[in-house]
């Protein structure tokens, strides 16, 4: 016994450990599309989400007024362009150094004056004041290119909700995928409980021929991949009439979900007390009585279980609704299609992307955490007598 108690803390530690590690690899990628929901993209393009609370150093790439316009004459054939490199850009922050060639980035410190050659001269300060000195060929045409080496303050804005939210051109859509995404996850959740409910209350307290196979073939069903059956279930759908809509998105969510809804519902219910069981047979009360008034009350927790893994699934799902649901008008486009066709008109606009997801998850995240307490005691139903 004292060797049993001596590892206990060992183990106890390992346990504590690992369930934190397993914690923060969920909640650091969540943490991180949160932070970059708020970040602009070039902040996004510059550092990680990790930095963001910290100046970041990046290297930017201006160029100076117009030399046809903002040249000054200075007589003996000089001219002059002076200005603001900063002026339309919406920047603060601090000038570290600059240059005006990629392969010499940092060359000039601000103040500094950089001898471009045969007379030419470019000096910027630190506010960004510059003056661009040279002949009448060298101070014409295409503008001077700068690259600006500058530490950047945290920043964050709220623009990006407020065009996936509010922009005229966006909200209509992710508003009516948000509407089609709870018209799909709704009945997929309720309807496959309903009828595990009833199959493992079967399979638990009722003896009938073939039991003991039912329950071998629905836990040989847990295993078999889904992407085997969309081909055959869509063409099954088509010949009765169903095709591509919500029933038949429904129904495949309800095929799908069932094997897991049976296996996890019969092993809670055959651990309830069978004293009570018998106790309401003995005062005559049916199977549906007993099922309705006793057991669907005690198995609240793995029906919250099964729930919030539905929800999930059905929440966060793309390939049943492509397959089962998406049609040309994209009447019926769920969060998740919307987001892809996002990713695909807006490839490079992560900060976008980031708050599409993130708001896409919105929901989910609300489900598990109000339900989470009845995560554990439905996964571990029928585990210990």
Sequence with gaps: ???????????????????????????????????????????????????????????????????????????????????????????????????????????FQPGDVNDLGDGETLTVQADGAYVWEGD???????????????????????????????????????????????????????????????????????????????????????VVPLQLALIPLLSLHNAIGIGKGYLGTWLAHTGFGLPLAIYLLRNYMVGLPRDIIENAKVDGATDFQIFTKIILPLSFPALASFAIFQFLWTWNDLLVALVFL???????????????????????????????AFVSIAVPLAVFFAMQKYLVRGLLAGSVK
């Design 1 to 107: 016994m004292d060797a049993i108690a001596g590892r206990k803390p060992a183990v106890v530690w390992a346990l504590n450990i690992s369930v934190v590690a397993l914690v923060a690899l969920w909640l650091f990628p969540t943490l991180g599309l949160l932070v970059s929901s708020f970040r602009t993209g070039d902040q996004i393009t510059a550092s990680g989400w990790w930095s963001s609370f910290l100046p970041a150093e990046q290297t930017i790439q201006l160029r100076v007024a117009d030399p046809d316009d903002a040249r000054v004459d200075l007589g003996n054939g000089r001219f002059m362009v002076e200005g603001n490199i900063f002026d339309g850009q919406d920047f603060e922050g601090e000038l570290r150094s600059w240059a005006t060639s990629s392969r010499d980035l940092g060359a």
């Design 136 to 222: 009448d060929d060298q101070i014409s045409g295409r503008a001077q290119r700068v690259f600006l080496d500058v530490t950047t303050p945290p920043d964050f804005t709220l623009d990006n909700y407020s065009f996936v939210l509010f922009d005229e051109d966006n909200s209509e859509g992710m508003a009516k995928a948000f509407m089609n995404t709870l018209t799909v996850v709704i009945p997929a959740t309720i309807i496959p409980i309903l009828i595990a409910a009833f199959a493992a209350y079967a399979l638990a307290w009722m003896d009938f021929p073939g039991r003991a196979l039912l329950i071998a073939i629905i836990v040989g069903l847990l």
């Design 326 to 356: 998406i049609d040309a008008t994209g009447e019926t486009t769920v969060m998740t299609k919307q987001i892809v066709e996002l990713l695909g008109t807006r490839g490079g606009d992560w900060e976008i992307l980031a708050t599409s």
